[in-house]
């Protein structure tokens, strides 16, 4: 470890350092469902980019069926976020995940989550998560190492629970709307909020500055 000026020059293991988690499900070949947790999404307009390991369930199954569910659990949820952590839907397990991962089937009932059916793909919901994405994926590219597959899947329908959004508007309440949050391996929550962008359209009363 080297220090240079203020900073330490380090090497962390993951570069998780704040991202969302996103329930991911996808279509099983037998048609049952998969699915599975990850940090590694981001939006930009109606396309969601995801990162995954290639060799896992959820990358097999949107090779062969694109279609999949973008569900996005809050704080609150996290316990059965980490129950589908340790949970594979490959059988056999892939050598990499072998001793820490144990195959799981039934990831939904794993997890204590209950499927509810999508309108526009054939990936079910995850009724219990405030806001469900229905997507496709329009392009699978592998990274330069081939470890991990890039997703863009392109958002069909946006499903929203009333309590998160701002009535009578199409916008989701940032008030009232708390991801959860993967820091390095670790679950948060969001703390007060400390202003808006000059952008947004749902201004909030009593923050500093308004």
Not at 175 to 183: D, K, Q, S, V
Request: with cysteine.
């Amino acid at each position: 470890m080297r220090q240079t000026n203020d900073h330490l020059t380090i090497q962390p293991k993951i570069l998780y350092y704040g991202t969302p988690v996103v329930l991911i499900s996808t279509e099983n070949e037998d048609g049952t469902s998969n699915l599975a947790p990850m940090s590694s999404a981001w939006a930009l307009g109606q396309v969601v980019v995801l990162g995954l390991g290639a060799e896992g369930q959820t990358a097999h199954n949107l090779r062969e069926r694109p279609d999949l569910v973008i569900n996005l659990p809050t704080a609150e949820q996290w316990p059965a976020v980490e129950r589908l952590a340790p949970l594979t839907g490959r059988d056999p397990v892939p050598d990499h995940k072998r001793g820490a991962f144990r195959y799981e089937p039934a990831k939904f009932a794993a997890a204590g989550l209950r499927p509810e059916p999508a309108e526009l793909v054939r990936a079910q919901r995850v009724a219990e998560c405030p806001l469900q994405l229905e997507a496709r994926a329009v392009r699978i590219t592998p990274d330069l190492h081939d470890d991990f597959l890039i997703v863009e899947a392109h958002v069909l329908r946006v499903h929203a629970d009333p309590a998160v959004v701002v009535p009578g508007t199409q916008h989701v309440d940032p008030t009232a709307w708390c991801p959860l949050i993967y820091n390095f391996r670790h679950y948060f929550g969001l703390g007060p909020q400390l202003g808006q962008s000059f952008r947004s359209e749902t201004p909030v009363v009593g923050v500093a500055g308004n």
